[in-house]
């Protein structure tokens, strides 16, 4: 019997009602902040970009129907500009990336700071959230408490006067978060995660706890950013590059924040000298199951080649379990909206592509299927990343030979 999405919502909503509320706080937030949400009669069309040059306009049941059905894809409706710049340029710079990681004696003590105590502790925070759905009023309140987590993560430190973290807003509500650590130069590198999440079955209404899709990613690169501040030298901005960390809003919906924050830094002239995506870090059992060894999923389709080569050389480095080369296709995370803006990037994620967690999007991916020792491989080489390339001279390395017409 098919059900419409009006009679399904009747059956639901007294489903929904329960959420996250700190300790003393009244829970006054509503589901729906300007009432009912829109079922399939919305008649508002999307621009959705499939592949290179393949575009379409759907509607929003037509998105979470191609995204039930595996489709990934950018929506560049509100941004079809971005990568307009790259494309319009003749010349520039091929990336180049150290030869190997140097910077062991510095990085290997950071290492053993690093917490599964404090990546659990958040992501029970985290997942608490009824969804982190981006149109939601949970999505606008999970990122609040996101941001509060990052500013308390700069307090611990001591590092209020160097690195500061803010929203990036956004029209929808939920808003990306960026914290910066100020380097020598504007030169920067990127860690990124996305902080929502979804349920594709009637996404304002089911819960979408989001533990691996993306909490896993969220708090792994929380917990490399808190450890990072352990060092002076990154505290006291005496490496060479700015370190951004950013947490996206609206990965779900077509690359959303990422679009946003990428359009602007191509607007600006923003020199993005690398960009890591982690989205899924702690799923490994079907990895497991099939009698293949516990390892870190490198994608090799639609990221830079060259930083692919280096994060290879990270894992190998920093890491107690190997890689293993993988695919995801067009638009699979934010690290292509860093690529469409002509930002060598990259994107690391927990295993090999086909044996990644088969719960996301559903209310089913939760906490207790994790692998808090496996996020914590991906932490060791989110923190040792980082910290090599904030001290990389990359004005030495793309001299004039380096240079490609």
């Known amino acids: ?6 009679s399904l919502l009747a059956l639901l909503l007294p489903a929904v009602t329960a ?7 009244v829970d006054r937030a509503i589901l729906y902040p300007d009432g009912l949400p829109k079922t399939s009669t919305d008649t508002q069309k999307y621009h959705i970009e499939l592949s290179p040059g393949e575009t379409r306009w759907v509607t929003e049941d037509e998105k979470w129907e191609l995204r039930r059905s595996g489709k990934r894809f950018f929506d560049i ?13 003749a010349f520039k710079k091929r990336s180049v990336f150290p030869s190997k990681p140097k910077l062991q004696k510095e990085v290997k003590p950071l290492l053993a700071d690093l917490s599964k105590t404090q990546m659990k502790d958040h992501l029970t925070t985290f997942t608490s959230f009824h969804t982190r759905y981006y149109k939601s009023d949970y999505g606008r309140q999970s990122s609040e408490w996101l941001l509060g987590q990052v500013r308390n993560t700069i307090k611990a430190a001591g590092a209020e006067k160097h690195v500061h973290a803010e929203h990036f807003k956004h029209p929808w509500g939920q808003h990306s978060i960026i914290a910066t650590i100020p380097g020598k130069t504007n030169s920067t590198v990127v860690i990124g995660a996305h902080q929502d999440s979804i349920n594709l079955w009637l996404p304002s209404v089911l819960a979408a706890p989001g533990a691996d899709d993306d909490g896993s990613g969220t708090v792994t690169i929380l917990e490399a950013f808190r450890v990072i501040l352990q060092s002076d030298d990154i505290v006291k901005g005496n490496h060479e590059n700015t370190l951004e960390f950013h947490w996206y809003s609206a990965e779900e919906g077509g690359l959303l924040g990422s679009q946003a924050i990428f359009s602007e830094y191509e607007r600006q002239g923003r020199d993005v000298k690398a960009m890591l995506q982690q989205d899924m870090t702690g799923f490994v059992t079907p990895h497991l199951d099939a009698g293949k060894p ?18 290879k050389k990270v894992i190998t480095e920093y890491c107690d379990i190997p890689y293993v080369e993988t695919k995801c296709g067009y638009a699979c995370s934010d690290h292509a909206s860093a690529s469409k803006a002509g930002y060598p990037s990259a994107f690391v994620i927990e295993s090999a592509f086909e044996l990644s967690d088969n719960k996301i999007h559903s209310t089913e991916d939760l906490i207790k299927y994790l692998s808090f020792d496996h996020m914590l491989q991906h932490a060791r080489m989110t923190l040792a990343f980082g910290y090599e390339l904030a001290f990389t001279d990359f004005e030495a390395l793309e001299g004039p030979e380096h240079s490609d017409s």
């Open 19 to 25: 959420r996250f509320v700190e300790q003393g706080e």
């Open 77 to 89: 409706t509100d941004h079809p500009e971005l990568g307009a710049l790259r494309a319009r340029t």
């Open 1 to 6: 019997m098919k059900v419409s999405n009006t």
């Open 294 to 311: 516990e390892s870190v999923g490198v994608i090799v389709d639609f990221v830079d080649p060259n930083l692919t080569e280096f994060i």
